[in-house]
């Protein structure tokens, strides 16, 4: 195995020239410990083409590469291979990311086929006609407030589907903790707050509460 020196010297040398020589070295010296690991995760929730596992190689890189190398600069080497055990918690990150993404998936999907067999036989709710309207109202002002979509995704995953502040934390791409999904709602509760009628969300005390019907939310 190459020592923690070595790779010190190929992760310095890519920092400060940014060449594709250094570079090369870099994936010549971690490309194998990635791809083990990735191999080994997958594989063990199920079968993985290789064009998958290359990708998942790949997004291995553009996240240590992430922020001009913040990862790689702000990693302190403190004791031997230690950057090697920081490289194998990336890579199985990024794999584990796409486990949970696929299952989520297959879940979706489950779910929907389910729905296909019963749908003929359960009747249509039906509609307030209030209740539509103030849907319609909420979404204007969510997509107005919201500084992203991800701000928008989150908003409605907590008040349309139920799901808690730790479920949207752990999807993909969310990058939130379960504290910080939590003070995105809370915000943007208090800010339709604002903007609605005070009658239609009034509730004591600042509590929020998921699967909140239209009109009801808190």
């Keep these: 195995m190459s020592t923690e020196a070595d790779a010190r010297s190929v992760i310095t040398a890519c920092l400060e020239?940014?060449?594709?020589?250094a570079w090369a070295l870099f994936v010549r010296l971690f490309q194998p410990l990635i791809a083990s690991v990735i191999l080994r995760i997958v594989?063990?929730?199920?079968d993985i083409a290789p064009a998958i596992a290359d990708d998942l190689v790949q997004e291995t890189y553009l996240r240590l590469c992430r922020d001009n190398c913040r990862?790689?600069?702000?990693?302190?080497h403190r004791h031997e291979h230690a950057i090697f055990g920081f490289i194998k918690v990336v890579a199985g990150s990024v794999a584990l990311d796409y486990v949970r993404a696929r299952s989520a998936e297959k879940r979706v999907a489950e779910s929907q086929a389910n729905s296909d067999d019963v749908i003929a036989s359960v009747p249509a709710p039906a509609v307030d006609i209030h209740d539509a309207?103030?849907?319609q109202e909420i979404s204007v002002l969510v997509d107005r407030i919201a500084q992203s979509e991800r701000d928008r995704t989150v908003f409605w995953l907590y008040y349309r589907h139920g799901?808690?502040?730790?479920?949207?934390?752990?999807?993909?791409?969310?990058?939130?903790?379960?504290?910080?999904?939590?003070?995105?709602?809370?915000?943007?509760?208090?800010?339709l707050r604002s903007h609605m009628n005070p009658a239609l969300l009034q509730r004591p005390g600042e509590g929020i509460s998921p699967s909140s019907t239209v009109g009801e939310i808190r």
Excluded at 43 to 46: A, L, Q, S, V
Excluded at 164 to 186: Q, R
Aim: proline fraction near 2%; avoid cysteine.
């Design 133 to 135: 309207i103030q849907m």
């Design 43 to 46: 594989r063990r929730n199920g």
């Design 17 to 21: 020239s940014g060449g594709q020589e």
């Design 163 to 191: 799901y808690t502040a730790k479920d949207i934390a752990g999807i993909p791409n969310i990058e939130l903790t379960a504290k910080g999904v939590e003070s995105l709602i809370l915000r943007l509760t208090r800010t």
């Design 71 to 76: 990862a790689l600069r702000e990693f302190e």
